[in-house]
């Protein structure tokens, strides 16, 4: 298959505070982004464990790690939450399937939502009728990201970061890694073999991909938008048109 050209609008990264828990849901006003700390989701975390289905429950007992099988149970459980609000249908009820490289969805609604987790948060994205990708991260991972900028970055990008003092450099590829996470998972692909294919530096990045099922299943745009919440997290979302975005948690 030739490749096609692709355009990605990167937002400067924006700088915020943990947002305010008083925020709603909204199913039809632009995306919602929900984000809470583990530890504020441990209290419930008999009630997120009981409105799993059986396929999620599956899921959880086979993660060989307590803190693994706890992290995947009340982030789930709060996604169903909150999905269940939004559509006031019980959240033991909601039918979640999958893509066939693993986006999940509802059948028979138009509200599109995406999922994704650290190792001491859970982020949850919502918007009516628009694919939307999300990923977080904490500034605690510990991971060597010269070696996999070399491996994933694109030349302009391993070159940027190259520019930046030590401290910097960490912060700027967890920016950069997010929004080509976000990406992927808007598209529905989740996995890219060459992920140097996407540039995501400020601004606006044309190129051409080649992946077949990205070429596929993406529309010709993606609007990326990148947030640092507090000294610890970094969030970005991607979307096929500019939107709204409100927050919550």
């Known amino acids: 298959m030739p490749g096609r050209t692709i355009a990605l609008h990167s937002s400067a990264t924006e700088p915020m505070d943990w947002p305010d828990a008083a925020a709603a849901a909204s ?27 059986a396929s999620e429950r599956d899921r959880a007992a086979r993660f060989r790690f307590d803190a693994d099988r706890e992290r ?3 982030g789930h459980g709060w996604l169903r ?14 039918r979640i399937v999958r ?31 628009i694919d939307i990708g999300i990923d977080v991260e904490t500034m605690h991972r510990r991971v060597d990201h010269e070696a996999v900028a070399s491996h994933y970055f694109t030349p302009a990008e391993t070159q940027h ?26 598209s529905g692909v989740g996995i890219m073999d060459d992920l140097k294919e996407l ?4 601004g606006a990045n044309t190129m051409v991909v080649s992946h077949p099922e990205f070429i596929r299943m993406s529309p010709p745009q993606y609007h990326v938008r990148t947030w640092r919440i507090g000294h610890a997290h970094l969030v970005s979302m991607a979307s096929s048109a500019e939107v709204d975005v409100h927050w919550g948690r």
């Open 27 to 53: 199913a039809s006003d632009g995306v919602t982004l929900f984000i809470a700390s583990l530890e504020e989701l441990r209290p419930m975390i008999d009630q997120h464990e009981g409105v799993l289905d």
């Open 72 to 74: 995947f149970i009340l």
């Open 81 to 94: 939450d909150v999905l269940g609000k939004v559509l006031g249908t019980p959240a033991a009820d909601l």
């Open 99 to 129: 893509g066939p490289f693993g986006k999940p969805h509802l059948e028979g609604h138009d509200l599109r939502f995406n999922f994704s987790d650290t190792k001491d948060a859970v982020l949850l994205g919502f918007g009516q009728g």
């Open 161 to 186: 970061l190259s520019e930046l003092t030590s401290d910097a450099r960490k912060r700027r590829f967890l920016e950069l890694w997010t929004r080509k996470e976000a990406v992927l998972k808007a």
């Open 199 to 202: 540039r995501v530096l400020d």
